[in-house]
């Protein structure tokens, strides 16, 4: 199955749930992607002592998920996209809801 995420939060323990859950249907056989939108593209700068966002989102990619990130939310936050997140547009957020089987949002 083709299973894509949006992530909408900032909020640590909401986020590292959203990413154990893509690397949960990762090792299930499916295909996922994240998009990070609004708050979500804070995803790489959340890490707290219980929730290790960014190793979930490691982990993530090294399993075969792809993360996309809003280009122009990163803009607004004066953040770069970076190798784990690279710089992505609403199109690719398209993408993702129109080819998937299941879009789940966080």
């Not at 893509?22 to 790489?44: M, P, R, S, Y």
Request: aromatic share 10%; charged share 25%; with cysteine.
């Amino acid at each position: 199955m083709k299973i894509g995420i949006i992530i909408y939060s900032n909020d640590p323990e909401t986020v590292w749930n959203a990413f154990r859950y893509g690397n949960f249907a990762i090792k299930e056989g499916d295909e996922v992607k994240v998009f990070l939108t609004g708050k979500g593209v804070e995803a790489e700068s959340i890490d707290t002592e219980k929730f290790l966002v960014t190793q979930q989102m490691k982990d993530f990619v090294s399993g075969g998920g792809k993360i996309f990130a809003c280009g122009t939310c990163l803009k607004i936050r004066n953040t770069a996209a970076s190798d784990i997140c690279p710089l992505s547009t609403m199109k690719d957020m398209h993408a993702i809801v129109k080819e998937s089987d299941r879009v789940v949002t966080f």
